[in-house]
């Protein structure tokens, strides 16, 4: 017998259809031109006209946020930015959910939001969502990864390289894969 035929998980495309609708599949398609187009070519300094194409597919983007040309986002209209918040270089956003960057978060390099995973239990594995949020003045380090359902909370900080799947509260520091504790942050004392 061959592997294929004990495993009782069924991935195919008849035994999975895409949840996502033709015009979801359709504005990820226009979204992914404009990308190309629009928000690739526009030099790093320059902002405002990537946070008004933004604004154009639907995400909610507060005053002077900083968004980089190479942030890849899944689905802009699934998306909110806070005033100042700051998105980093190939910092990757795949909100087939909804996330929200607070007010002065700052996202850095190559960090990877993600809202969406697969159930691992279901003989299909099918897509399984939840929203992510990053707090006011939550700081998310250099290419961590942030599970679905995660929230950050304000003035959190989550280290260079951690895999954050739990919930972090309100000025804690975690570092860590898994991410664990590591101590308060002291933002404003010095």
Same mark, same amino acid.
């Given at each position: 017998m ?6 009782a998980?069924?991935?195919d495309r008849a035994? $999975?259809p895409?949840p996502?609708? #033709?015009?979801?599949?359709l504005? @990820? ?9 629009? #928000?690739?070519?526009v ?9 008004g194409l933004? @604004?154009l597919?639907?995400t909610?983007?507060?005053r002077?946020?900083? *968004? ?8 802009p209209?699934n998306?909110?930015?806070g005033d ?5 270089h ?7 959910? @909804?996330?929200e *960057? ?6 850095s390099r190559?960090?990877?939001? $993600?809202?969406?995973t697969h159930?691992?239990?279901?003989p299909n594995?099918p897509?399984?969502t939840a929203?992510?949020? *990053?707090?006011?003045? /939550? ?9 679905p359902?995660?929230?950050i909370g304000?003035? /959190?900080? /989550?280290g260079v390289?951690?895999?954050?799947l739990?919930?972090v509260?309100?000025g ?6 898994p /991410?664990k #504790?590591l101590?308060?942050?002291?933002v404003?004392t010095r």
């Open positions: 061959t592997d294929s035929v004990l495993s998980v069924r991935v035994s $999975c895409s996502h609708s #033709f015009a979801n599949k504005g @990820r398609l226009l979204w992914q031109t404009a990308w190309i187009l629009l #928000f690739r070519p030099p790093w300094f320059w902002h405002a006209p990537r946070r933004l @604004r597919f639907g909610r983007v507060g002077k946020v900083q *968004i980089m040309p190479s942030v890849r986002i899944w689905a209209w998306l909110a930015l100042h918040a700051t998105v980093s190939d910092v990757d956003l795949y909100n087939a959910a @909804r996330i *960057i607070g007010p002065h978060a700052t996202v190559r960090a990877f939001l $993600c809202t969406a159930d691992p239990d279901h594995m897509l399984v929203p992510v949020r *990053i707090g006011a003045g /939550a700081w998310v380090a250099a290419e961590v990864y942030v599970h359902g995660v929230t304000a003035d /959190a900080l /989550a390289r951690a895999v954050v739990h919930d509260p309100s804690q520091i975690v570092g860590g894969n /991410a #504790f101590r308060m942050r002291e404003g």
